[in-house]
């Protein structure tokens, strides 16, 4: 497959530091399950690299981060305003995780707490209707999830193509040129189980001692979604 569009892959955090020299840090994690065949220009948000011109951005990718978007964070309210514009010009977009929570915000939704609380581990979710971000995928499939937030109210122009009982809008449209995410696709269980042995103080406090090591002897070795996901937006949004 060649891609013929270089994506701006905005950074909107970073992983564990000690995470790092095992698995890297997000660029590296997409890198992976785009098997190389995207040519990225990064973007590191949070530690002051500049938005590029909108005009200048071919296809944009929007990756997770350990803060949330309702802290209002100079840097992430600066780069919901650059969003809309990028999203105005109908370039191929794609959010995860905070980036579909960011990219709601940037176009008139709104994004809060889970009033369920943490989501976390491999998770099933359903598709609304047919999307081609999900061919070859069955009508529920499951994903690596990580997250206390959620978009609690769309943009007007979005559409849910995936929920569940947790998130109600666990992927949108917005508009033919535009996905987006609650899910990682770029994450293993290697690093699954990182975030869970990172977080387990707060995963047994909310579900009760011994609830992060249940979690994370539940993980499956492998999903096959993130893979899937990544070949099919490559292939429809981005040749």
């Not at 998770?123 to 999830?145: K, T």
Request: proline share 4%; aromatic share 8%; glycine share 8%.
């Amino acid at each position: 497959m060649n891609i013929d569009k270089t994506v701006t892959l905005l950074k909107t955090g970073e992983t564990f530091e000690n995470l790092k020299p095992h698995e890297g840090c997000y660029e590296q994690w997409f890198d992976r399950v785009f098997e190389g065949k995207v040519k990225w220009d990064l973007v590191n948000a949070p530690y002051g690299d500049l938005l590029p011109d909108p005009s200048k951005v071919d296809a944009l990718l929007i990756s997770g981060s350990p803060v949330s978007v309702y802290e209002r964070l100079a840097w992430s309210v600066a780069c919901s305003e650059w969003i809309a514009k990028v999203w105005a010009r109908q370039v191929p977009i794609l959010g995860i995780c905070y980036g579909h929570q960011l990219l709601a915000d940037a176009l008139g939704g709104e994004v809060k707490a889970s009033p369920n609380g943490r989501e976390m581990g491999a998770i099933r979710v359903s598709q609304c209707g047919n999307d081609a971000l999900f061919n070859d995928l069955g009508s529920e499939f499951e994903v690596w999830q990580t997250h206390i937030d959620e978009v609690s109210r769309m943009p007007d122009q979005a559409k849910i193509i995936a929920t569940n009982e947790h998130s109600k809008v666990q992927a949108m449209s917005i508009g033919d040129h535009c996905r987006s995410v609650q899910w990682h696709p770029e994450m293993n269980q290697e690093i699954m189980s990182h975030y869970v042995q990172e977080r387990q103080e707060v995963i047994d406090a909310a579900w009760g001692e011994g609830a992060a090591s249940q979690l994370s002897a539940s993980l499956p070795k492998q999903l096959n979604s993130g893979s899937i996901i990544a070949q099919n937006f490559m292939k429809n949004w981005l040749n």
